[in-house]
C-alpha cells in the first residue's frame, strides 16, 4: 500500500516562500506520477503541480505557475513543491497524490493521497 506523508506546511506571510514535502513510501512499483492539489474552505480541491516521476517533468496550474517548482528526489522518494511570491489565495490545506499506473492530469482519478498540510498566507 502507497503511503504519502506531507510536512512543511505553516504560516508565512504574503511574499514569503514554504517548501512542502512529500515522502513516498509502501510502492512496490514507482508511481507514475504524484501531484500536488490544495483545497481552500468551501472550494473544490484543484491541482497544483505535478511531476512524472521517471522522467522528473513537471507541469504547472496557470496559478502558480512561475512561483511553484516541483522536483523529486529518488535516493529519499520525496517530492517537493517550493512556492515563492505567495498570496492569501494560495492558503488552503495542500495534498500529495500519487497515481500509480494512470493518467496524470488533475481532473484523473489518484489512487493514493496523503493527510495535507496547512498553508496559510496572511495579508
Known amino acids: 500500500q502507497v503511503q504519502l506523508v506531507e510536512s512543511g506546511g505553516g504560516s508565512v506571510q504574503a511574499g514569503g516562500s514554504l517548501k512542502l514535502s512529500c515522502a513516498v513510501s509502501?510502492?512496490?512499483?514507482?508511481?507514475?506520477?504524484v501531484a500536488w492539489f490544495r483545497q481552500a474552505p468551501g472550494k473544490p480541491r484543484d491541482g497544483v503541480a505535478r511531476?512524472?516521476?521517471?522522467?522528473?517533468?513537471?507541469y504547472y496550474a496557470n496559478s502558480v505557475r512561475g512561483r511553484a517548482t516541483i522536483t523529486q528526489n529518488n535516493a529519499k522518494d520525496t517530492v517537493y513543491l517550493q512556492m515563492g511570491s505567495l498570496k492569501p489565495e494560495d492558503s488552503g490545506v495542500y495534498y500529495c497524490?500519487?497515481?500509480?499506473?494512470?493518467?496524470?492530469?488533475?481532473?484523473?482519478?489518484?489512487?493514493?493521497w496523503g493527510q495535507g498540510t496547512q498553508v496559510t498566507v496572511s495579508s
Open positions: 497524490a500519487a497515481n500509480a499506473p494512470g493518467n496524470c492530469n488533475f481532473g484523473s482519478v489518484y489512487d493514493y
Open positions: 509502501g510502492y512496490t512499483s514507482r508511481p507514475n506520477c
Open positions: 511531476i512524472f516521476t521517471s522522467s522528473g517533468n513537471p
